[in-house]
């Protein structure tokens, strides 16, 4: 039993049970560890807001940063269909 065989094996029930209960105390530690982990992310970051918003990007900063003039990027946003 359980050893491929098709014949049942006596000796192969306890290597299941032990498999099995391997099986079962790495899914307890993993499951105490995710645990641990989430409280101490909990405690840490309770009441801290860290996700500000970027500012928005205007068509100055665009232009500073392609080097083009500030007229052209209007233009361009007025466009149905750009390629560049």
Do not use: C
């Amino acid at each position: 039993m359980l050893d491929g065989s098709g014949r049942p094996s006596v000796a192969a029930i306890p290597r299941f049970f032990s498999t099995r209960r391997l099986y079962g105390v790495v899914v307890l530690t993993n499951g105490v560890i995710l645990i641990i982990w989430a409280l101490y992310n909990q405690l840490r970051f309770h009441g801290k807001y860290r996700r500000i918003a970027d500012r928005t990007v205007t068509v100055e900063d665009l232009a500073a940063l392609y080097r083009i003039p500030a007229a052209d990027i209007i233009r361009w946003r007025g466009s149905r269909i750009m390629v560049m």
